[in-house]
């Protein structure tokens, strides 16, 4: 049998970027044979084996042809016959199908290496089509490959897009589209992948909601500033979503939100994003009087929940000068808001009643003079 290194891990190491996951193709071996090495298999659907020392996987040669529609729709043939070309063909792009045996020797037969110093992300052959998936995958890889200078081959946009339209998408599992959405929300420029998926009619199939904010005229150019803008501060996944999505309304991000089963953490920030921002805004063009007005500040904290989840407030304010600052707003006076509003937080926080006064309230009264106490903390506020 022989053993090749392919995938993620030839192709970044060819770009100059640590490996993190090693995945190996075995050609010439059956599963009997696998497993009298010492390899465990694994595979559901079809057969990888660990290697019994790295714990790597090893996946036979394989052949898959389309059998129905969905990524299930599978049947995968291997044999110790499927040569290394017959496997490496079937794979996504071509960056992705270069082989490396251990001596080091490249097994390149669809121009791998030729699109790497091109920079150019292409598919392998029209078996790209058969899995879905694949869209998200050449999105995310765009986004994370940006900033090296790659981009599309047209004829692998213009068949995302006929994968698009044929609404093969729609089967896709919402974790799987969720998987790719937050891989690629922590690369260096997760705009490029919604424009990827914009650009192929993706976006319509897997996230309509967004599709629609992100085809309204300003509010589209200005989320997509806003997650870039996110990005580049480094901002964690949670924000850079509340950034991109903040402007959906409840239901709309209720829909998209349950839909892909976005976690808690970005889900919930999205959802405070939208309120606060209707609250800011209501009545006010400029956000200035939230520096003045200690009635509006704790009405803020307390909508934003400030006391009780700190760092989600926190996160908050990071989503915030994200969008003013993809909205125009000049820099230093957000960063001044963000700072009174961090300090205003603090100071409400550290408002503690002691024995006597609770003793001397009636029950009832208790929240009432707490809540006093903060407004006289916010007056105090320097
Ligand atoms: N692959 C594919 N189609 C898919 C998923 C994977 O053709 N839908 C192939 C590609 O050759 C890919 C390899 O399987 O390189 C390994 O897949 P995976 O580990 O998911 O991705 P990587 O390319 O290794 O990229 P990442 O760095 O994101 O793990």
């Not at 729709?73 to 017959?86: A, D, I, K, Q, R």
């Not at 058969?130 to 050449?138: A, C, G, I, K, T």
């Not at 405070?272 to 003045?292: E, F, I, K, Q, Y």
Request: glycine share 6%.
């Amino acid at each position: 049998m022989q053993v090749y290194l392919v995938g993620g891990a030839v192709r970044d190491a060819l770009l100059g970027l640590p490996v993190k996951e090693r995945d190996w193709v075995v050609v010439g071996a059956t599963p009997q044979a696998m497993e009298a090495a010492g390899f465990r298999a694994v595979g559901r659907d079809f057969p990888v084996f660990l290697h019994p020392e790295t714990h790597e996987e090893h996946a036979l040669a394989r052949l898959e042809r389309k059998t129905g529609s969905g990524y299930r729709g599978f049947s995968t043939e291997f044999s110790p016959h499927v040569t290394l070309e017959e496997d490496l063909r079937r794979r996504d792009l071509t960056i992705n199908a270069i082989a490396q045996s251990a001596d080091g020797a490249l097994t390149d037969p669809y121009g791998g290496l030729a699109d790497l110093h091109a920079r150019i992300l292409r598919h392998v052959s029209p078996a790209f089509s058969e899995d879905p998936l694949r869209v998200l995958r050449v999105a995310r890889f765009a986004a994370r490959f940006a900033p090296l200078g790659f981009s599309i081959a047209p004829e692998t946009l213009t068949l995302m897009k006929r994968m698009s339209e044929s609404g093969e998408l729609t089967t896709l599992s919402p974790e799987r589209v969720w998987r790719e959405t937050e891989l690629a929300l922590a690369t260096g420029q997760p705009e490029r992948f919604f424009s990827v998926l914009r650009a192929s009619a993706a976006l319509a199939q897997v996230m309509p909601e967004l599709d629609a904010l992100l085809q309204k005229s300003p509010q589209g150019a200005i989320a997509t500033a806003a997650l870039h803008v996110a990005a580049a501060a480094g901002a964690e996944g949670p924000v850079r979503w509340a950034a991109l999505v903040g402007d959906l309304d409840e239901n709309e991000q209720s829909a998209l939100q349950s839909r892909l089963r976005v976690p808690n953490a970005y889900s919930e920030l999205a959802i405070v994003t939208h309120r606060l921002s209707r609250l800011m805004n209501a009545g006010h063009h400029s956000h200035d009087h939230l520096l003045t007005d200690a009635g509006k500040l704790l009405e803020l904290l307390e909508s934003a929940d400030a006391l009780r989840r700190a760092e989600r407030f926190e996160a908050w304010l990071g989503v915030y000068a994200a969008r003013t600052e993809a909205a125009g707003q000049p820099v230093q006076r957000i960063a001044a808001l963000c700072s009174r509003l961090k300090k205003a937080q603090k100071a409400c926080a550290a408002v503690k009643l002691d024995k006597s006064e609770l003793e001397a309230l009636p029950g009832p009264a208790i929240a009432a003079h707490l809540r006093e106490r903060r407004l006289q903390a916010l007056r105090e506020l320097k």
